[in-house]
């Protein structure tokens, strides 16, 4: 006997999935994709920012309305508005627009690639790629990716690993654990060779200032005319150094005119030279120095991208890690090399490195084990 859906044959929408058609459970899955987008679009705002993503609510960065339900509906209350505030009028960037639209593409591939037969490991992919979307925006424009994405991701990883063992196609919980954790390690040691590596190879890097400017530091980093930037993303051994050459230089309680200033803030004691006269970082809470260029220790990869890797190895295990590395490489150069080409980036210019990680783990899951081991055969090994 015949069942019917919604006065349709049940058959035409095979498969059934935790109850239902598939095709239902696919414009939930797009609906779904929407709403996280919407979210993450709060996330990549706030969280560089220090901010809590869930209070104050949804709100006008320019005039701090509270946007209303009717105007935070994904997708259609910014083509509603024509992308502007209801309140203030101010333009709202096409940026929420797009990653609204994107979250729920990926979303969607996801489900059709991995939801009829498996899924909740579509279910533990989603939560991987949103974060890889928030990461992706946040390194774009800031050149950081938040510990709450890295290594809150790893956590969760090693997590579902355990409740979805068919996420490294394993048959039991201990399997699967054993995966995610090769994952965590090789996927953050390999990164970490890289980095130490670039440090020995690229460690410096001069950066020419367009006149005499004002570089201030403070506790957590290095303030440039166009850009703060972390220690963390610059001292990494106790050798790595800060270099100027400062015209006047202003402590909280004193000047110093035409002197070379070095900082060494990984060393033990972290210490700051000024001229022959050594201080201790920590007993000097501000620093600023007029310079006209300034020398940073440089590194091939952050310690951002290396907890990255290790939230990616968690989720999708070691050979996704590796395969992520040269594959992102790969992508990396050929980007760089266009926006070069185009004006768009100098030679020495910083660029975030997590988007790049982030496409080619999304390649790995989506089908680049398959393609790896189609092309490789026998030559792919533990692939």
């Known amino acids: ?40 679009n709060v996330v990549i705002h706030r969280l560089p920012r220090n901010e809590s993503v869930v209070q104050p609510p949804s709100h006008c960065p320019n ?25 203030c009028a101010t333009p709202i960037s096409p940026r929420y627009l797009g990653v609204e639209v994107l979250t ?19 279910f533990a992919l989603c939560v991987l790629f949103a974060g890889f979307i928030a990461a992706t925006f946040i390194d774009l424009e800031h050149l950081i990716i938040p510990d709450e994405i890295t290594l809150g991701g790893t956590v969760v990883g090693f997590l579902l690993s355990i409740a979805i063992p068919a996420l490294h ?38 950066i020419p200032l367009e006149g005499t400017q004002r570089v201030v530091f403070h506790e957590t980093g290095v303030i440039l005319p166009k850009e703060e930037i972390p220690y963390e993303e610059l001292f990494y051994r106790a050798s790595d150094a800060i270099r100027l ?35 201790p970082a920590e007993g000097e809470p501000y620093l600023s120095v007029e310079t006209d260029r300034i020398e940073l220790p ?37 980007v760089a090399l266009v926006l070069i080409a185009l004006g768009r980036q100098k030679w020495s210019g910083r660029l975030g490195y997590g988007p790049y ?23 792919a090994g533990p692939f």
């Open 1 to 40: 006997m015949t069942e019917y859906f919604l006065g349709l044959p049940l058959d035409w929408w095979q498969p059934i999935v935790w109850g239902l058609p598939f095709v239902i459970w696919t414009v939930a899955w797009v609906v779904l994709g929407l709403i996280v987008g919407s979210f993450l």
């Open 169 to 206: 196609g394993a048959e039991t919980a201990a399997q699967s654990l054993k995966q995610s954790g090769l994952g965590i390690l090789i996927g953050a040691g390999v990164v970490y060779a890289v980095l130490r590596g670039g440090k020995l190879l690229f460690g410096r890097q001069r």
């Open 298 to 334: 440089r590194e091939a990869m952050g310690l951002g991208d290396v907890k990255f890797m290790a939230a990616i190895g968690a989720f999708l295990g070691w050979q996704a890690t590796v395969f992520s590395l040269f594959f992102s490489a790969v992508l990396g150069t050929l």
């Open 63 to 87: 005039c701090n309305q509270r946007i209303p339900l009717k105007d935070n509906l994904p997708v259609f209350s910014w083509l509603w508005l024509k992308g502007r505030c209801r309140f």
């Open 245 to 279: 050459q400062g015209q006047r230089i202003e402590l909280a309680d004193r000047c110093y005119w035409n002197q070379p200033v070095e900082l060494r803030l990984a060393a033990q004691p972290a210490r700051i030279r000024i001229g022959a006269e050594e201080l």
């Open 357 to 379: 990680l982030a496409m080619a783990a999304l390649v790995w899951a989506w089908g680049g084990k398959t393609w790896f081991q189609a092309w490789f055969g026998g030559a």
């Open 104 to 122: 729920a593409i990926i979303f969607l591939v996801t489900w059709l690639r991995f939801g009829a037969e498996q899924p909740w490991v579509a």
